[in-house]
C-alpha cells in the first residue's frame, strides 16, 4: 500500500526557513515523479517544486525559484523541500504528491498523480 507522510510544516516569521519532509512507503523512490503542492485559503492548489527521480531533474514554480530546493534521501526513501526566505504569501497546507514514469513538463497537473499525503501546514506570519 503506497502511503507518503509529510512533517515540518510549522509557524515562521518572514525571512525565515523550514525544512519539509515526504516520506513514502509501500513503494521505492525510482521512476516516479515526487511533488509538492500548496493550498491556501479560498485558492485552487498550486504546483511549487518537482524531482523526477529517474534523473534527478527539478522543477520549480516561478514564485518559489531561487528560494526553495527539492531532494531526496533514497535510503530513507524521503524527499524534502528546504524553504528559504518565507514570505507570508507562502502560507497554505503543503502537499506531496507521487506519480509514476516521467511526465516532464507536466508535473504542475494534479492529475497526473495517483498518491497524495494528508498535507502539512505552513504558517509564515509576524
Known amino acids: 500500500q503506497v502511503q507518503l507522510v509529510e512533517s515540518g510544516g510549522g509557524l515562521v516569521q518572514p525571512g525565515g526557513s523550514l525544512r519539509l519532509s515526504c516520506t513514502a512507503s509501500g513503494f521505492g523512490l525510482g521512476d516516479y515523479m515526487i511533488s509538492w503542492f500548496r493550498q491556501a485559503p479560498g485558492k485552487e492548489r498550486e504546483a511549487v517544486s518537482c524531482?523526477?527521480?529517474?534523473?534527478?531533474?527539478?522543477y520549480y514554480a516561478n514564485s518559489v525559484q531561487g528560494r526553495f530546493t527539492i531532494f531526496r534521501d533514497n535510503a530513507k526513501n524521503t524527499v524534502y523541500l528546504q524553504m528559504n526566505r518565507l514570505q507570508p504569501e507562502d502560507t497554505g497546507v503543503y502537499y506531496c504528491?507521487?506519480?509514476?514514469?516521467?511526465?516532464?513538463?507536466?508535473?504542475?497537473?494534479?492529475?497526473?498523480?495517483?498518491?497524495w499525503g494528508q498535507g502539512t501546514q505552513v504558517t509564515v506570519s509576524s
Open positions: 524531482l523526477a527521480t529517474e534523473d534527478g531533474t527539478t
Open positions: 504528491a507521487s506519480g509514476f514514469g516521467s511526465f516532464g513538463s507536466s508535473w504542475f497537473q494534479p492529475s497526473w498523480y495517483d498518491d
